[in-house]
């Protein structure tokens, strides 16, 4: 924390309205710095994919000692508002990069994923086009820059946690076989932020992958969930691979659906790291998948960073 004759740092947080983003911001207050919210439904606006020189970036640091790339979406943003990913996740984030070196900003932290390596979709491609833009900076010695990569995120305001919750309410589970088969290490959105906030204020740079302490499918994810809520265990059904093209393309039909041909190709890779790193930076042992739902329903049984100290 930081004392009160200390000038507050400030954080130019993009993406400071999205699910991540928030928990972000929160964090980030409550360690005592100052922050600058900023996304396409901030007062004002900011439309990160429409920004893509360096120069239109600069307005935009003036006072700003840090800053959080947090910005992220699985397909293109639709309507006048909107963006592509190109414009998203590449060439706006290499402009943002570009002006903090150019502004002296040094310490740049981009949330990117785990399973972007190694994956073909337009999701991981421009995500690692950004990575490598900032690592690039750093080892230029322009820029302290760190790429945080975490597996799935936990929280009530999550799309996936959403989508987990409504399946664990269902009698018969038919599940496509990569969320049967395929291993991630879910970590709870409060707990992320936390870690992030204690590694932008730390001097690591680099690639930092985050997962929590147990590796598990997403059918058992959704299993463990509603063991949780006191239900018994549903019967499990493999969907056939045709239905699980055919309900991928379904949901890119719907633009506010997590589950679409993007996401099935990321969930076709298991999404798992080693465990300790997020249980150092937390200072303590991450929540484990087992207790997650007393989190995604009171999200202040979080532990507070003061009663871990």
């Known amino acids: 924390m930081h004392s009160p004759n200390t000038p507050q740092p400030t954080v130019l947080l993009c993406g400071g309205q999205g699910f991540i983003g928030q928990a972000l911001a929160r964090q980030l207050r409550a360690q005592g710095l100052r922050v600058i919210a900023a996304s396409r439904r901030s007062q004002p606006p900011l439309q990160f994919g429409k920004i893509q020189q360096p120069a239109d970036w600069l307005p935009h640091l003036q006072g700003v000692d840090m800053v959080i790339n947090a910005v992220g979406s699985l397909r293109d943003q639709p309507g006048p508002d909107g963006a592509s990913l190109e414009a998203l996740h590449q060439t706006s984030p290499q402009a943002l990069f570009e002006a903090c070196a150019q502004a002296g900003v040094r310490r740049v932290m981009q949330l990117s994923a785990l399973g972007v390596e190694g994956n073909d979709t337009d999701y991981a491609r421009t995500k690692r086009a950004a990575d490598a833009h900032l690592l690039a ?13 975490p597996s799935i995120v936990i929280g009530a305001q999550g799309a996936s946690t959403q989508l987990f919750m409504r399946l664990a309410l269902l009698p018969v589970l038919v599940l496509p ?11 709870a959105v409060d707990e992320l932020a936390e870690v992030m906030v204690r590694l932008l204020q730390s001097p690591t740079t680099g690639i930092v992958p985050l997962g929590g302490p147990q590796r598990l499918s997403m059918a058992q994810m959704i299993a463990s969930l509603r063991q949780q809520a006191g239900r018994s265990q549903p019967l499990q059904l493999r969907l056939p691979g045709w239905a699980t093209q055919a309900s991928a393309r379904l949901g890119d039909a719907v633009p506010s659906s997590p589950w679409c041909s993007a996401s099935l190709q990321l969930a076709s890779l298991d999404n798992c790291c080693d465990p300790a790193p997020m249980a150092q930076w937390l200072g303590r ?8 739902l007393a989190l995604i329903r009171n999200p202040a049984a979080t532990p507070s960073p003061e009663s871990c100290a």
């Open 177 to 187: 076989a990569v969320m049967q088969q395929r291993l991630m290490q879910p970590v």
């Open 285 to 292: 042992a991450p929540t484990d998948p087992a207790q997650m």
């Open 137 to 149: 900076l750093t080892a230029q010695g322009q820029l302290d820059g760190i790429v945080v990569r």
